[in-house]
């Protein structure tokens, strides 16, 4: 399947721990509290047209408070289990070709800013996949005097990019069920060997004796580019018992036909 198309976007993106707080100073009051807003879209795959790309990010905030926003990139990689992690750089990095502006923006309250991005990636480059995340992080308010008893939180919340620069395509296929013992759920096993990120959604259930005991939905995940993800299953109605069960479902891709799975699975 050909990902040479327009810019996609992604609103959502489950369990990526793209949500990131910094803790700048350990006091307590009842009064403190952080800004709200929020980032979208949160996963951009985008090809390139003749080296270059364009993209927006929005900035919402739909408090009552105006927010002070740093707009900055870095490298970032999705491992097997511990999902999204900044990462130091790597060949195909694409933070020096990303341009943006503004760097720093105030967003009024109930106002929506948009910070235009600039993809450029030279002809001589190697085809490939280029990623990067784009953070927009919070800024403190200094001017405030603080005392023992302020705490400050910054938030900085990652919007992804994944640039193709040439052909390609994604070869995904589920491989198989495990228990993972350090959340006492379910996890399924993706892999993506194909030189395209994805970002499909997904719908699950769980049987015992032919019974339905559980079922859950992802509404999206991303899968790297020649990589494998263990995707933890949310359960709703609590730890599973000991037993032999059966999980199926389907990952369900845009403008693909869906891919069904069906594994066995034992919980200790």
């Not at 800004?35 to 090809?47: D, K, N």
């Not at 296929?173 to 013992?181: A, C, K, M, V, Y």
């Not at 019974?211 to 999206?220: A, P, T």
């Not at 299953?233 to 389907?250: A, I």
Request: aromatic fraction near 8%.
């Amino acid at each position: 399947m050909s990902y040479l198309r327009k810019v996609s976007n992604y609103r959502n993106l489950a369990a990526s721990c793209l949500l990131l707080a910094t803790i700048t100073g350990f006091f307590f009051d009842k009064s403190a509290q952080a800004s709200s807003y929020s980032v979208g879209p949160l996963v951009t795959i985008v090809p390139l047209d003749r080296s270059q790309a364009r993209a927006t990010i929005n900035v919402i905030n739909p408090g009552d408070q105006p927010v002070r926003v740093r707009i900055y990139v870095e490298d970032f990689n999705y491992e097997r289990n511990a999902g999204f992690t900044i990462s130091p750089s790597h060949p195909y990095s694409a933070k020096q070709y990303l341009q943006f502006s503004p760097r720093e923006i105030v967003v009024p309250p109930k106002v929506t800013r948009n910070v235009r991005v600039n993809i450029l990636i030279p002809a001589s480059a190697p085809d490939g996949e280029y990623r990067a995340v784009v953070f927009a992080e919070e800024l403190s308010d200094n001017s405030k005097p603080q005392t023992e008893s302020t705490v400050v939180v910054n938030f900085r919340i990652g919007s992804v990019f994944f640039v193709t620069k040439g052909s390609g395509q994604t070869d995904l296929s589920p491989l198989g069920i495990e228990w993972n013992p350090s959340t006492g759920r379910p996890r399924l096993l993706v892999s993506n060997k194909g030189s395209i990120s994805t970002n499909p959604a997904m719908q699950w259930k769980i049987e015992r004796d032919a019974k339905e005991v559980d079922s859950g939905s992802l509404l999206s995940f991303i899968v790297q580019n020649r990589s494998e993800r263990a995707i933890n299953l949310e359960t709703k109605k609590g730890k599973l018992s000991s037993g032999d069960y059966t999980v199926s479902g389907q990952i369900q891709r845009a403008k693909a036909a869906p891919i069904p799975f069906s594994f066995k699975l034992k919980v200790p």
